[in-house]
């Protein structure tokens, strides 16, 4: 898929997405029954919120569609990473864990990992929402929090895959089944970091924040 149609097939995902929230909105306010498929997959990503999450949720997506998919920067970054990249610690990081993205909202872009990236073709579109969430909102940045999935991308991107129509990859599965049980996804996804020399700290905590 090339990054043009990537984007476009999030764009849709997340309008198809808003379409649905809006509906249920409106539902709501007329005292009627929302439909079932907003229903299911707002007890699936988020089971602790109510129908009263939706006005908050529509913004977030509307947020997402206008102002990151259409623009941010997406990096593509293949093995071995350039000597002169200042994000190469991270990046050369990253392609050993078989991370897809990154995103670096300090630096305005979102990284897309060759060749993980290319081998996750089909979840592409759903991958660039999950990094798009943790890009745009500072809350969403540091990991995927089991106990509150409102900071949890995943859980955003399983909300918008589901409405949206688009694929749902093992990892995403696995954290939605669980929302989230499935401790060894979890694990993977959250500890990017590992173990530096102490004065490599500071980078580690910098990692933790904006690489997952
Ligand atoms: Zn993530």
Redesign the pocket.
């Known amino acids: 898929m090339s990054i043009s149609t990537t984007r476009k097939t999030a764009l849709d995902a997340l309008k198809k997405a808003e379409d649905k929230v809006k509906a249920a909105i409106i539902q709501q306010r007329k005292k009627q029954a929302i439909s079932k498929e907003v229903q299911e997959a707002l007890k699936a990503s988020f089971p602790k919120k109510n129908t009263s999450f939706l006005p908050i949720l529509l913004k977030r997506i509307q947020l997402i569609r206008k102002n990151v998919i259409p623009c941010v920067k997406l990096n593509k970054i293949t093995n071995p990473v350039s000597k002169t990249d200042p994000d190469r610690i991270f990046h050369e990081y990253a392609i050993k864990q078989k991370v897809p993205a990154a995103a670096f909202p300090k630096r305005r872009y979102i990284a897309l990992y060759d060749p993980h990236w290319t081998t996750h073709k089909p979840y592409q579109s759903g991958i660039l929402i ?1 990094e798009a969430f ?1 890009y745009y909102f500072d809350f969403i940045r540091s990991k ?1 929090s089991t106990t509150n999935t409102t900071i949890n ?2 859980a955003y991107q399983g909300f918008i895959a589901t409405l949206g129509g688009i694929p749902i990859g093992k990892t995403l599965k696995g954290n939605l089944d669980s929302i989230m049980l499935n401790k060894h996804i979890l694990d993977i ?1 959250n500890e990017y970091v590992a173990p530096m020399s102490p004065s490599q700290i500071d980078i580690c905590k910098e990692l933790k924040r904006t690489l ?1």
């Open positions: 999950h943790h995927h991308a995943y996804c997952d």
